[in-house]
């Protein structure tokens, strides 16, 4: 089971003032992810977000479906076959053409791996008559929107070995790979094949580095023009330096704390409300995040009133209801303040990620708060 621990997630970076594509100088970003794969089954996000490989269908800003490698798409009266084709004189950075039969391998290599293809009714996966051919099993009308998904890019021939796998990114965007240092760097730089609008930045790179406050000193020496994934310590901060501009935008994301119902001490649905009773959303939300308003207390917080349902009762913060809870499932405290149930001590092990600078710290916020019921958190 799943509860919903605070607020929609943040996307912040930081802009250096008169950096622009006219000056003809290379764009350099930092952030926090790490390049730890090239299969698109695994990190395909970061190549279609670099521009270096596309997808048959793309998405615009507000999430509506719009031609990508695929200028137009069709499907039959019963919903079975669906033609796409392909974006006429389209090239792939080796100089090979983007054609309907590389697209069918692609896909067919991206659809015998985990990921959105394989939960989708397909029967098979060919081209013919100058177009790329999918085949279900039985109707499915969000087709374009599974080949939107970053897992399905399409790259050429020789981005594949003899099995099948994935060895190099040679995708077909505005921008081609000229060096790639797994896990931490990648440098592009603007592919002349490229059809479309030409892009007026020229040279683009991107460089891991885990810690927040490296990046936002790299953003204010002027080391990085762009600085993804920012702590709101470091918003505050760079609010003062005149050559720095910031950019926040609220995605409808949720951070959420993931429990394990196999656990026996977990899969009690009583525990699991008293440890929901015992978060409080608002108070981390408003300390750590900088925004009381973006407390989830459903899925997504009433800020994002696109998804949040008014008739939902809110999840609340009850330390005195948690507590009661607890004892009604047996759970009572100890001599140290840590509950137990005969010989057993509710201590559990929370795991979080590093490379989002406001994990750990709502991590050991949480540790405080359960603390405070009796649960003993690493």
Not at 264 to 286: E, K, N, Q, T, Y
Not at 288 to 317: C, I, N, V
């Amino acid at each position: 089971m799943t509860k919903k621990c605070t607020a929609a997630g943040w996307f912040a970076l930081a802009l250096m003032a008169g950096t622009t594509a006219a000056d003809g100088k290379p764009l350099a970003m930092v952030g926090p992810w790490e390049i730890h794969s090239v299969d698109p089954a695994s990190n395909g996000v970061f190549f279609t977000r670099m521009q270096v490989a596309e997808t048959l269908v793309d998405v615009d800003g507000k999430g509506n479906l719009q031609p990508g490698l695929a200028s137009e798409w069709s499907r039959s009266d019963d919903g079975l076959q669906w033609r796409f084709t392909l974006r006429p004189g389209a090239r792939f950075h080796d100089g090979s053409e983007v054609s309907a039969e590389q697209a069918a391998f692609a896909l067919q290599q991206a659809w015998r791996k985990p990921g959105v293809m394989t939960s989708t009714p397909i029967a098979s996966i060919g081209s013919g008559d100058g177009v790329l051919k999918v085949t279900l099993s039985e109707p499915f009308a969000s087709l374009p929107a599974v080949l939107a998904h970053p897992s399905t890019q399409i790259l050429a021939k020789a981005a594949y070995d003899a099995k099948g796998e994935v060895t190099q990114v040679i995708g077909s965007g505005p921008y081609r790979i000229t060096r790639l240092q797994q896990p931490q760097r990648i440098e592009t730089v603007r592919f002349d094949g490229w059809q479309g609008v030409r892009p007026a930045i020229e040279v683009v790179s991107y460089l891991t580095v885990g810690r927040a406050e490296s990046r936002t000193l790299m953003a204010e020496s002027g080391q990085a023009d762009i600085a993804w994934g920012l702590d709101p310590v470091s918003i505050r901060r760079l609010q003062q330096a005149s050559r720095v501009s910031i950019a926040s935008v609220t995605l409808p994301r949720t951070i959420q704390l993931k429990l394990n119902g196999a656990d026996p001490r977990l899969s009690d649905p009583v525990v699991r409300r008293a440890l929901s009773l015992a978060i409080d959303r608002r108070g981390m939300a408003a300390a750590l995040l900088r925004d009381p308003e973006m407390a989830a207390t459903q899925l997504f917080p009433p800020t994002l009133g696109e998804w949040h349902q008014l008739g939902l009762t809110p999840l609340a913060y009850d330390v005195k209801a948690a507590r009661a809870a607890f004892a009604a499932a047996g759970w009572q405290p100890g001599e140290d303040g840590v509950l137990r149930k005969g010989e057993e001590r509710f201590a559990l092990t929370l795991r979080t990620f590093p490379d989002r600078p406001e994990l750990p710290l709502l991590a050991t916020a949480l540790q405080a708060q359960w603390k405070a019921v009796g649960v003993d958190l690493k």
